[in-house]
T-cell receptor, first 114, second 112 residues
Framework: DGGITQSPKYLFRKEGQNVTLSCEQN?????MYWYRQDPGQGLRLIYY???????QKGDIAEGYSVSREKKESFPLTVTSAQKNPTAFYLC?????????????FGPGTRLLVL | GNSVTQMEGPVTLSEEAFLTINCTYT??????LFWYVQYPGEGLQLLLK?????DKGSNKGFEATYRKETTSFHLEKGSVQVSDSAVYFC???????????FGTGTRLTVIP
């Protein structure tokens, strides 16, 4: 089955700790994205990558970092600089970047602060 | 700039009722428009899309028509079911942008 997997489903972070959220896709898509969802709000873009070894900041990149060493993987690290990390994190991918491409989403990771 | 304004919820309907969720947008150029659905505790699933004016997207009994003159993309379904209970997001993808712009979502609850 082709699709996007995210792990873990729930993640707990202690104060001052960095945590990494996994996103893997086997759709052979070039572009991948990370969004943050807060209760009662729409999704906001954190980072996106149109191709391996390249990524761009989105609207709320501060306190986050990413890497794109492989086409199928786009991990997101929530650093200690992110002061309000509690949210639902969604990874997405599309065949290519750009306005006409449909984005497909993973099941999400819920991050909670202890 | 690019933005999406969605009808505020929550919306509660009886089974077999008619559904409309309003969505209007502001965008540079001619965007593509999408409706996504999110079931409890899950990620978003693409419900339907339209890429140019007057296009109608449809899926699972849901429909939305891209109206350039009113900058709208309202979601409709003639007869809702309990299984349609979810949060619905309207989104646009604008020329020159790489991300989707989302509305705030509308929670739909269908009661038997």
């Amino acid at each position: 089955d082709g699709g996007i997997t995210q792990s873990p489903k729930y993640l707990f972070r202690k104060e001052g700790q960095n945590v990494t959220l996994s996103c893997e896709q086997n759709l052979n898509h070039d572009a991948m994205y990370w969004y943050r969802q807060d209760p009662g709000q729409g999704l906001r873009l954190i980072y996106y990558s149109q191709i391996v070894n390249d990524f761009q900041k989105g609207d709320i990149a501060e306190g986050y970092s990413v890497s794109r060493e492989k086409k199928e993987s786009f991990p997101l690290t929530v650093t200690s600089a992110q002061k309000n990390p509690t949210a639902f994190y969604l990874c997405a991918s599309s065949i290519q970047g750009g306005a006409r491409e449909t984005q497909y989403f993973g099941p999400g990771t819920r991050l909670l602060v202890l | 700039g690019n933005s999406v304004t969605q009808m505020e919820g929550p919306v509660t309907l009886s089974e077999e009722a008619f559904l409309t969720i309003n969505c209007t947008y502001t965008a540079t150029g001619y965007p593509s428009l999408f409706w996504y659905v999110q079931y409890p505790g899950e990620g978003l699933q693409l419900l339907l899309k339209a890429t140019k004016a007057d296009d109608k997207g449809s899926n699972k009994g849901f429909e939305a028509t891209y109206r350039k003159e009113t900058t709208s993309f309202h979601l409709e379904k003639g007869s809702v079911q309990v299984s349609d209970s979810a949060v619905y997001f309207c989104a646009l993808s604008a020329r020159g942008a790489n991300n989707l712009f989302f509305g705030t979502g509308t929670r739909l609850t269908v009661i038997p």
